[in-house]
């Protein structure tokens, strides 16, 4: 039987970057009337079993935006299980290939970014904003949130990279 398809979206601690993004992308599933299992974990495993960062909910929730769960640490099974893979930055993603190659998993990563319809010449990273200011958990809202319906969008189209 067929089943929604899974989208992961991986940071580092999965307590700011991509549990923003989870979220993110979960409004713009129910404003597109997709059903999609969305999901989100970090490379690392110092946060596993906390809430989303205060300061990043605080700068979510000033945009309307709610974060939810706890943070877990990724597996190779939660990598092969996902239809796309989403890292925050080229370090995560980086952590992820190696992940999944040691695991021999073959896993569908891409950047976030990738799908930014403003992303411009320069990096496609969304900036770890955990050591920053709060000028840097804002601009993770804006990226995140401008590019979530563009995810689900060539998704449902089947032009995903
Ligand atoms: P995230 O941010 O990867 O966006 O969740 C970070 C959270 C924690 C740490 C680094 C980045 N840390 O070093 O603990």
Redesign the pocket.
């Known amino acids: 039987m067929s089943r929604p398809p899974v989208v992961l979206a991986v940071?580092?601690?999965?307590?700011?970057?991509?549990p923003t993004a989870e979220a993110a992308l979960r409004e713009a599933a129910e404003a597109a009337g997709m059903e999609v299992t969305i999901r989100s974990a970090?490379t690392?495993g110092?946060?596993v079993g906390h809430p989303p960062?205060e300061r990043m909910r605080r700068a979510a929730a000033e945009d309307g935006l709610h974060l939810s769960g706890t943070a877990d640490r990724v597996t190779p099974a939660e990598l092969a299980e996902a239809d796309l893979v989403l890292a925050?930055d080229r370090s995560n993603l980086a952590d992820l290939q190696e992940l999944a190659r040691q695991a021999g998993v073959d896993a569908r990563i891409h950047l976030y970014r990738e799908f930014d319809p403003e992303a411009g010449d320069g990096d496609l990273d969304v900036p770890?904003?955990?050591y920053g200011g709060p000028d840097g958990f804002a601009e993770v809202v804006d990226m995140v949130r401008r590019t979530a319906p563009e995810v689900l969008a060539r998704l449902r189209a089947g032009t995903a990279p």
């Not at 580092?12 to 991509?18: A, D, E, F, K």
Request: aromatic letters at 12%; hydrophobic letters at 25%; glycine letters at 18%.
């Open positions: 940071c580092l601690g999965n307590i700011c970057r991509s970090g690392g110092w946060h960062d925050m770890d904003p955990y």
